[in-house]
């Protein structure tokens, strides 16, 4: 077995099923049954008052677009310039 680095593990059991059915539904409503899909999203559920736990993520996107994404949005809540690039 390799090891997770944060965020890399599978969604965990108890969160696995919720976390799957609505991303079927968030992609649904977003982009209906056409393809190509034209809006992507992320989903992340984490801990609130537990900050030794892991956060959860799903997306219709691709990881490597959303890691760029959420660099950028880190960046504006920091105070930095817009940023842009591609994955």
Not at 1 to 15: C, N, Q, V
Not at 47 to 69: A, F, Q, T, W
Request: hydrophobic share 30%; proline share 6%; glycine share 12%.
């Amino acid at each position: 077995m390799t090891k997770h680095t944060l965020g890399d593990a599978p969604i965990e059991l108890k969160h696995r099923d919720m976390m799957n059915e609505l991303a079927k539904k968030l992609d649904g409503f977003f982009n209906g049954p056409d393809k190509p899909k034209h809006t992507g999203f992320v989903l992340m559920v984490f801990p609130l008052e537990d900050h030794g736990g892991r956060c959860n993520y799903i997306s219709n996107g691709k990881r490597e677009d959303v890691v760029i994404m959420l660099k950028e949005q880190i960046k504006r809540f920091e105070g930095q310039p817009d940023l842009t690039g591609h994955g």
